[in-house]
């Protein structure tokens, strides 16, 4: 059985799965739609446009009650220029933050913080002890770690 609105005085006061009483009903999982209604439970239709994520956002749905049904419909709405800015720098602290934490964890492609300031150490003592093909994969992924520091958006 699909969720319910108990509607009193032309607003929804419940939605979500309908309960098997009520204040004055028992057994309303045992009703039909019909005598649902009568009791002031209608079926609730949930309308949820498809959106990019990345580009807008949901607000509170809204309810429109009819006859035989209260439908919920999320309103979408566009992230405003300075919003997409702020959440660009989100994700981009939100992935160094993950990346700086990592560690040595070889299921990863990047190094964590400490790994890259220990090889910018190494490098300041000898520039060609990690040029040996023993070092390759390291090498990639601390490369890798830059790139992704290279991809730091403008501070809102």
Request: proline share 5%.
């Amino acid at each position: 059985m699909g969720n319910y609105c108990l509607v009193e005085d032309g607003k929804v006061v419940y939605a979500g799965h309908l309960p098997k009483s009520s204040k004055t009903v028992s057994g309303l999982d045992k009703l039909s739609d019909v005598e649902l209604q009568k009791h002031g439970w209608l079926p609730m239709v949930e309308v949820q446009p498809d959106y990019n994520q990345v580009t807008h956002h949901r607000l509170r749905p809204t309810v429109d009650i009819q006859e035989d049904k209260v439908v919920f419909t999320d309103v979408i709405v566009a992230f405003t220029a300075d919003e997409l800015k702020q959440n660009a720098w989100n994700d981009w602290i939100t992935a160094m933050n993950q990346s700086d934490g990592q560690g040595m964890d070889f299921d990863t492609t990047t190094i964590g913080r400490a790994e890259e300031d220990l090889m910018d150490m190494i490098d300041e003592i000898d520039p060609t002890h990690l040029d040996k093909p023993k070092y390759a994969v390291l090498k990639a992924r601390r490369k890798a770690k830059r790139d992704l520091r290279a991809t730091k958006p403008a501070k809102p």
